[in-house]
């Protein structure tokens, strides 16, 4: 009865000197310009180029839009914090960027097997990509990573708007489940089951369906008999499993495999891999690695 009831967090952000900040904040704004351009031009090339329209490079598109989604949710309000050693977020607002981290981040969850299953069938049942990669089949498997991405959110999100808060200092750079956990004074049992028990085998079920894809494909590519169609298939895989590996080994060291001793700092440092830099590093992935993304550019350039 004695609680006092938060109206408003405190994000603490980098604590440290206004030089260093003032760094921070332009590297950082950098980074997120680069980021929205970036994925924003997948988008583009994605939608008007005909030789990108493929199951692929959609499913490409939907990873650029979430990156967006994701990255646009979080920076603005790191970069205030930079530039103001910190920055208030009512509880509404912080809950909202709490919701929308993540629906971004369940949905990547998703979509990532989804990507492995279209490149298992392209490299192990090559005949019949077409007939089982179908354009309504390739937005229902999207839509339903949409729609778990919303309720897996929706499962973390509501009981954590029902705790009370003991504190109103967020020692992080936005507003997650770990920080917000700290602070709850109330029982939070059940958001501790649902995020280490259901949460850790979810995360390690995606995994190990990514692994079985790719370990078929592996299988599939060693019998092929010339070096030439390896190297051909192999290349078709590379960027995405670059994206995999680095898109699951943060959230693991996150949240399911925290690093003994994690300060405050590098709980901060980590987390900046999967809200600032993976989004940044996805297009660049791709389309470094991507002759047909490369022949796209140089299409629409002509045009222009």
Known sequence: DNL?????????????????????????LILFGATICGNLLIIVLVSTSKILHTPMYFFISQLSLSDILLTTNITPKMLHILLNNGGA????????????????????????????YDRYVAV????RYISIMRSVFCIQLVALCWMMGFVGSLILTVPSS???????????????IVPLLKLACSNA???????YVIGSPFIFSQILIVVVFYTCI??????????TGRQKAFSTCSSHLIVVFIFYWTIVI????PIKGQTSTISKVVSLLYTVFTPLMNPIIYSLRNKDIKKAVQQTLRKH
């Not at 592996?218 to 070096?227: C, E, G, K, M, P």
């Open 162 to 176: 029902q705790f009370h808060y003991c504190g109103a200092n967020i020692d992080h750079l936005y507003c997650d």
């Open 4 to 28: 006092t009831v938060i109206s408003e967090f405190f994000l603490l952000g980098f604590q440290g000197s206004q030089y260093l900040r003032n760094v921070l904040f332009f590297q950082f």
């Open 89 to 116: 977020i009512t509880f509404t607002g912080c809950l909202t960027q709490f919701y929308f981290f993540g629906f971004t981040l369940n949905f990547v969850c998703f979509l990532l097997p989804a990507m492995s």
């Open 189 to 195: 049992f059940i958001v501790q089951i649902e995020l």
């Open 124 to 127: 192990c049942n090559p005949l």
């Open 254 to 257: 996150v949240y399911v495999f």
């Open 218 to 227: 592996v299988l599939a590519v060693l019998r092929i008999s010339t070096s």
